[in-house]
């Protein structure tokens, strides 16, 4: 959940249960089902954004706001992931995008395959979050990929899960989201680690803005 860019803790957490349900018991469901869930996600986060009531965007903004640009869905990036626990408990301090840091911990590195080629990505916990109960099992996954600052937002994308019970994880970069940095000012938006920059284009999820394609 720590993903969210804004210092308050998010409100949307309808979104985020469907990303977690469409997560998790991804590999007993169907194309057709699949294909649905990431249809229902898009639709969401449209909906997000243009609620006067859930949107990080001032009215002016919402107004101007004509939904998002997504990758055509794809479920060869739909991946099965080894979740290898760190048994350190360490801290690791992340700037933001206003200049501040916010404080994780390194939680498990995720090994997984996309396109033949080997990535790796270390999924991390909120150390504010961890003391909620409401937020304490859930994982935060910023990253960057060959796409970043060409056709998707320079500034990294997002995926959140929660804490799997076993030693894999199934990860559906079809819901990778843009923090609300990527379209308005005045949000604290974590900038991923360097370690979590993929070699490898993830063309799935949400697209760049038009106006922030090149950059972040």
Known sequence: MNGFSRNKLPSFIGLIALILVSINGLSQKSDAELTQEIKYFQIDQDVHYTNRKTSPLPRKERRNFHGHQFYPIDLSY???????????????????????TKLYRPYATLNFTINGVACELTALQSIKLREIDEYKNYLFLPFRDATSGKSSYGGGRYLDFEIPSEN???????????????YTSNYNCTIPPKEN??????????????DHRIGG
Request: charged share 15%; proline share 4%.
């Open 168 to 182: 894999t994880i199934t990860l559906n970069f079809n819901l990778a989201y843009n923090p609300y940095c990527a």
């Open 78 to 100: 739909i991946v099965e992931a080894q979740f290898n626990r760190i048994e350190e408990d360490d801290t690791l301090e992340l700037l933001s995008s206003s200049g501040s």
């Open 197 to 210: 920059t993929l070699t490898v284009a993830v063309r799935a999820g949400l697209k760049a803005p038009a």
